[in-house]
């Protein structure tokens, strides 16, 4: 049974930092994309940032370029979102998602993390 488990959410001013943990088992992830997702009040899921498992190689939406970066701890089992110089438009609930390596779309997702940025 794959878990995804979100962590370090909470309360912080525009232009601070958060660091989000995503603590995942159930099974092997080495093949797996790593996707941190958001979603605002009333607005739609957006991408965020991801990172492939074993490979490495990473992605970020322009929205956070340069001030988010997606890693993992491969003895962990844990991929972490560092969050910098935070806005106010960066308020949302993030998640956590896996997509297997031979599918198209992230099939397990975290229960969410709340991340309020205070203007």
């Known amino acids: 049974q794959v878990q995804l488990v979100e962590s370090g959410g909470g309360l912080v001013q525009a232009g601070g930092s958060l660091r989000l943990s995503c603590r995942a088992s159930?099974?092997?992830?080495?093949?797996?994309?790593m996707g941190w997702f958001r979603q605002a009040t009333g607005k739609e899921r957006e991408f965020v940032a991801s990172i492939h498992w074993s490979v490495g190689s990473t992605r970020h939406a322009d929205s956070v370029k340069g001030r988010f970066t997606v890693s993992k701890d491969n003895a962990k089992n844990t991929v972490y979102l560092q969050m910098n110089s935070l806005k106010p438009e960066d308020t949302a609930v993030y998640y956590c998602?896996?997509?297997?390596?031979?599918?198209?779309?992230?099939?397990?997702w975290g229960q969410g993390t709340q991340v309020t940025v205070s203007s």
């Open positions: 998602a896996a997509r297997p390596p031979s599918g198209l779309a992230y099939g397990y």
């Open positions: 159930g099974r092997t992830f080495s093949r797996y994309t």
